[in-house]
């Protein structure tokens, strides 16, 4: 037997390679990787700059936890504050941690005890996140779940204006639903969190964890909408690859997390700091930005001039290099297909395929891609209608 918990559903692929958006199996085939470790690898496979900045790193010192002064650590915070228009970071390892660090802190700042957040949210698989997760697959059997989460429904302007009370900590919402199925926030809905959050003196919180990082072509997706977030947290593109988390948080936040109020023995590691110092240096760059939106917005055109047309596909959607292809159908079959054709292509909810290349992507891949899309959601249609 396999001594792993089984609780996620492997592919029989075992990747043993990868250099840019190209990976490679055991068996020497090789396939474009449109889901780049889920919006992880978002400068591709080992790449050189932040390869070389861990390698440095790596013969100097590992590990020296945060009872000393690392200055690569105030280095990685302040690119990040730089990007985000936030001041003060708390660094861990993971998207689910940052969050957690978030809803404490909002928690512990305002005196509140009430978090609200979003019906297909995804904020994590700790019990804080997973409460504040608004899935019931995701609850089941782990009952009974903190009291501290309300779950509203995403994009829906009425039933935010009817929320009050004077117990509510904070809102946390996602700019763009990742696991979710893809699904952008409109202007007026993200404006209305942040009002309500205003109105009822609540702390805005944006879970970038997925959208961060320049997927979407700003550094932070909420920058789209000129939202003034008091708490965003990222982790998955972060550090390349590296395991890493991050909560950024407003000047105003900084005294509530005094010493001793929160912590984390990994956190903000040397290695990781290299990794996203590399990172960051690399992705928040105007002009690498400037082409991802110019790439991703050809390509969003592209594929929906393609396959909207087909009856398999109901709508193209995303933002940057964050894409759904809304299907009538199951996703899973049609990934299927097009993992044999080459392309590594993943579901967001049942229906939905998610396309999340690195950023640094070249045109010729992404016309690649292209083609074996239109190829296999051809197939796939005239199939469905036999
Ligand atoms: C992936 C994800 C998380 C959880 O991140 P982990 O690193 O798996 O804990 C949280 N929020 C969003 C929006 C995510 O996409």
Redesign the pocket.
Known sequence: MSHLFPVYNRLDVELVSGEGTRVKDADGKTYLDFIAG?AVCNLGHTPEAVKKAVKDQLDKLWHVSNLFQLSVQEQAAGLLAKASGLDAVFFCN????A?EAAIKLAKKHTGKTKILTFKQS????TFA?MSATGQEKIHSGFGPLLPAFEYLPYNDVEALRDVGGDDIAGIMV?VIQ??GGVHPGTEKFLKEVENKCRELGALLII?E??TGIGRTGTPFAFQHYRLQPDIVTA??GLGSGFPV?AMIGREELVSTFSPGTHGSTFGGNPLAMAAVKATLETIIEESFLKEVKEKSEAFIQSLKHKLESLALVKEVRGEGFMIGIQLAEEAKGPIGRLRENGLLTLPAGPDVIRLLPPLNVTEEELQEALAILEHCLSQQTAEAAR
Do not use: L, M, P
């Open positions: 889920i993971s998207g689910a941690e969050n995804f904020h994590g698989r996140t996602e990742g696991e879970d964890v997925q982790a998955k988390g």
